[in-house]
């Protein structure tokens, strides 16, 4: 069976590109349009690896990650950050959070910053999933 | 009222990141959460003859929108705000009112910059629009003031314009909930000049003594708050009034209720925030 991938990104060209390169790969995409709706599927799909991008409307994927890792349900699912926003920023703003007294989490499995290259996404995911 | 989550809404013509982070000791009121709009006028890119739909402006211009909130988030993440970003195609008004709501906002934030009269006109009607048809507070910040200074402390010494209505009543309120990065408010209340042409003149002094019993006494309930507070009653021309009480009172913001007494809002919106928000040197925010 096909390994199911939840996208978690607001722009649709983003979403059309990294849609198209997974199924030619042969891995099953599923869509969220932002933040929100990204929490709700990750619930009802259980997918397999997600790509998370970070600014986006309803809930930044920073806030998406810290709650995926500290819940049991969810810490071991492949979160691949897939972003505009730096790396450094990402991991800066973790350590705020925790400094303002959230818990610890760990650093991202993989973080692509945009554009991100088909062979560099699914070299990605093929060492996760 | 908390305020935990603002639209800022820009064009990159008057509000940037300085204007923004002056808003950053919302913070100490309970602000956590920025969502950056911007919206592409649809004549930007809107078919033109020969041409049609001009999609590679429409990324062209996304992407530019882009580059400036990517840098903008940036900054907020490391300080461990929350942000989110809008970049649409659209009509101004309805495209800020639906995300409003659809984000579930605390405050609005849009920007007005003195232009040339018809887009004076034009730009603000759009701000009274979005005032008229949102059930958020709305702030039209002037960071940038006339004198070439900026107002980066636009929450510091607020004048509450103070008509009883309820909705400034709910203006209170919102004071209230930012009282922390309040370093004095000054309350005014303006009696219409032609209110008093049909009094008698002992009629005159129970109106002026009336207004200045509910002054003071809304004075100590922000006392008791614990916001300093200082009561004012003016008379004359409201809108000239409320401009020269802000001036003496080096007032930082004029706060206020949105309907002024009329109580249907979509229909009749208050003459003081309309003239206020277009035309006033001061930032503005009105409350529903």
Partial sequence: MNKKILIVDDDPDIITYTTTVLEENDYKPVIAKNGEEGMNLIKSENPDLIILDVLMPKQSGIKIYRELKTADSYKNIPVIIQSGIAKRTFLRSQEALTEFGGENVPEPDAYLEKPVEPDELIDSIKKLI | ?288
């Fill in chain 2, 1 to 288: 009222m908390p305020i935990k989550k603002i639209l800022y809404v820009t064009e990159f013509e008057e509000l940037w990141f300085d204007a923004l982070q002056a808003l950053m000791d919302l913070k100490q009121a309970g602000l956590n959460h920025v969502i950056f709009l911007h919206v592409i006028d649809r004549k930007e890119v809107a078919m033109q003859r020969g041409v049609g739909y001009l999609k590679s402006e429409e990324v062209k211009l996304k992407e530019i929108a882009n580059v400036r909130f990517i840098d903008w988030a940036e900054t907020l993440f490391e300080e461990g705000m929350e942000v989110g970003a809008h970049i649409v195609v659209g009509n101004q008004v309805p495209k800020i009112v639906s995300i409003a709501e659809d984000e579930d906002v605390d405050l609005i934030v849009m920007g007005h910059q003195k232009k040339g009269r018809i887009q004076e006109l034009y730009h603000g009607s759009e701000i009274m629009e979005v005032i008229r048809e949102v059930s958020k507070p709305v702030m039209v910040y002037k960071f940038l003031q006339e004198s070439g200074n900026v107002n980066d402390k636009p929450f510091k010494r607020p004048m509450l314009a103070m008509d009883w209505s309820p909705s400034s009543m709910n203006a209170v309120s919102f004071l209230l909930s930012i009282k922390d990065i309040v370093e004095k408010v000054q309350v005014v209340h303006v009696i219409h000049h032609k209110r008093l042409e049909t009094l008698k003149p002992v009629e005159v002094q129970k109106e002026r003594k009336e207004n200045r019993k509910k002054l003071d006494e809304l004075c100590d309930r922000l006392q008791s708050e614990g916001i300093d507070a200082e009561p004012h009653l003016y008379v004359g021309n409201i809108i000239e009034q409320l401009e020269k009480a802000a001036r003496e009172r080096k007032a930082s913001i004029i706060i206020g209720g949105s309907t002024g007494e009329e109580p249907l809002k979509k229909r009749i919106l208050g003459s003081v925030p309309r003239e206020l928000s277009e035309k006033s040197g001061f930032p503005t925010l009105f409350v529903s």
